[in-house]
């Protein structure tokens, strides 16, 4: 694998916040619960794009509609978010994978055993107070690694964005906070002017950021050639797990890959992938694994589907070469492998 092929180098934020930098979070987290911008008219799949007026850009969600998960999600950029606005609502699996393959923070409102290490001592050291059951959790997540209490940096850009949220919501009415077309219309661009007025801006923020692997030219051949057994269903599930802490001691998240006979449920390999140290995630093994098990038995699938947004992306491109005559079914449902995680969950 050639170096410009490799995942970028992680750099984590290890640098604790100041407990001034904590009572600002929390103070603008107290404010966010009482706005309840969840209860607001912009679905949970839809995202403000904000350009701000020095040039610096990120992208905002508000998730909660559905009344599980209240959280505001703050992304480097837009093509990351896409990822999550395109799992299909209560589907677990998949956004469990879509969380754990892009870099964002959130602040973020979980049960109070949810919460993450050493989040109840700053809660209660900030002097802040909140209503019962109202827990705030400034969550960090970058590919490849568990997720932790945001760095000092990391919350410096997250309060910044949350103010912009907070400003953005108090100035303007219930109409014009639901800014989209259709329910299908998915980002909203806002820019901010010098005397800090907002603009609906033109959409020129890219959707999607290609996955880059790089997969040996011998294994593509060999599954290039192999027939297409029309009764052959193949399913893929490629589920985030802990597998051990880095050297930094963050924990790693590495992927569980599991293929599945869709008409047997019957398991036909599996897999652990952990994360090379020092970068993101890199999606070739997990490739590899699906094309490997195509080899083991001597066909490709007729139909093919895939638990996880990154990889389905990838098998996407590789369906009008190597895997032509295989259909790819996106959005699958893949009944068995759910199954076989359910089972192994018990």
Known sequence: MSEKMLPKPVILDEVKPSPEQLREAYELALQLWELAPWDMPMGENQLLAVE???????????????????????????????????????????????????????????????????????????????PRGVNPSLVSYVPGYAPEMMGAGELAEAIDAIKVLLDFFKTHSAEEINLFDTEDDLVSVWRESPDRTWTLGEKGFPLWTPVAVSLSQPL????????????????????????????????????????VDGETQFALGTDLIPPPDGREFDWTPAVEFVLRTMVKFGCKPGK????????????????????????????CECNAVRDVFEFVAQ
Do not use: W
């Not at 052959?232 to 293929?259: H, K, Q, T, W, Y």
């Not at 990838?314 to 790819?328: E, P, Q, R």
């Open 52 to 130: 701000r007026a020095d040039g610096r850009t990120f992208a905002l969600s508000v998730m909660g509609e559905y009344g599980e998960h209240r959280a505001v999600g703050i992304y480097p950029r837009v093509s990351s978010y896409c990822q999550i606005a395109n799992v299909p609502p209560f589907d677990d699996l998949r956004l469990r994978d879509a969380f754990f393959s892009i870099r964002q923070t959130q602040f973020a409102f979980l049960k109070a055993a949810d919460l993450l290490k050493g989040e109840r001592a700053a809660i209660k050291a900030s002097g802040v107070k909140f």
């Open 220 to 259: 593509l051949d060999q599954v290039a050639v192999l027939s297409v057994n029309k009764d052959f269903n193949l399913e893929i599930g490629a589920i985030p797990v802990p597998c051990g802490n880095s050297d930094s001691g963050r924990g790693f998240m590495g992927r569980f890959m599991v293929a």
């Open 304 to 331: 093919l589907g895939v638990i996880g947004n990154c990889l389905e992306t990838v098998l996407c491109d590789l369906s009008y070469t190597t895997l032509k005559g295989t259909k790819l079914l996106s959005y």
